[in-house]
T-cell receptor, first 111, second 114 residues
Framework: GENVEQHPSTLSVQEGDSAVIKCTYSDSASNYFPWYKQELGKRPQLIIDIRSNVGEKKDQRIAVTLNKTAKHFSLHITETQPEDSAVYFCAAVGVLNQFYFGTGTSLTVIP | DTGVSQNPRHKITKRGQNVTFRCDPISEHNRLYWYRQTLGQGPEFLTYFQNEAQLEKSRLLSDRFSAERPKGSFSTLEIQRTEQGDSAMYLC????????????FGNGTRLTVT
């Protein structure tokens, strides 16, 4: 099955700086890559996603890039704010609609 | 609220007892997933339904775990003869075939086995 690796496991940034989280996947058939944000005690919620026919997608302060050849994708958060503090999970989804998640990145934005 | 609903929110049980959790997906979603999450880890896949058919079950899942979705609507996850290692958050998620994703998660059932 698919193997998704996520780095770093923890990340601290100053408010206003950028944060970058990286994921790699193993199955070249994976074609959909969502990112989820999970605040303490709450459900994971989708923040952005990208499909394999697109190299980059942006939504306000959040962007995701995908390199299918290298089988890696990244989440970029610019102008970070304290409310961005949470655990972020990447996922890779194959043709059978199986979602495989990374181990998560705990982001802390320091005011 | 038309989101994914899970019951109960919390369950405390003694080792060896059986427990059952329920998930009501978003009504128009035909795909339903069960995941397990422990502290500091990402959601770990357990099983997946498309309508009433169970399409895949994790090899990590022991025979003590079983899931059903009898009418293609709500689903139940049963754990028999619970062990302390089963303590975790059990998340249910659903998705629509028309949208091709993404997953919409419920609030989860937190299981504590004493």
């Amino acid at each position: 099955g698919e193997n998704v690796e996520q780095h770093p496991s923890t990340l601290s940034v100053q408010e206003g700086d950028s944060a970058v989280i990286k994921c790699t996947y193993s199955d070249s058939a994976s074609n959909y890559f969502p990112w989820y944000k999970q605040e303490l005690g709450k459900r994971p919620q989708l923040i952005i996603d990208i499909r394999s026919n697109v190299g980059e997608k942006k939504d306000q302060r959040i962007a995701v890039t995908l390199n299918k050849t290298a089988k890696h994708f990244s989440l970029h958060i610019t102008e970070t704010q304290p409310e961005d503090s949470a655990v972020y999970f990447c996922a890779a989804v194959g043709v059978l609609n199986q979602f495989y998640f990374g181990t998560g990145t705990s982001l802390t934005v320091i005011p | 609220d038309t989101g994914v609903s899970q019951n109960p929110r919390h369950k405390i049980t003694k080792r060896g007892q059986n427990v059952t959790f329920r998930c009501d997906p978003i009504s128009e979603h035909n795909r339903l997933y069960w995941y397990r999450q422990t502290l500091g880890q990402g959601p770990e896949f357990l099983t997946y339904f498309q309508n009433e058919a169970q399409l895949e079950k994790s090899r990590l899942l022991s025979d003590r775990f079983s899931a059903e979705r009898p009418k293609g609507s709500f689903s139940t996850l049963e754990i028999q003869r619970t062990e302390q290692g089963d303590s975790a958050m059990y998340l249910c998620a659903s998705s629509s075939r028309r949208s091709g994703g993404p997953l919409h998660f419920g609030n989860g059932t937190r299981l504590t086995v004493t």
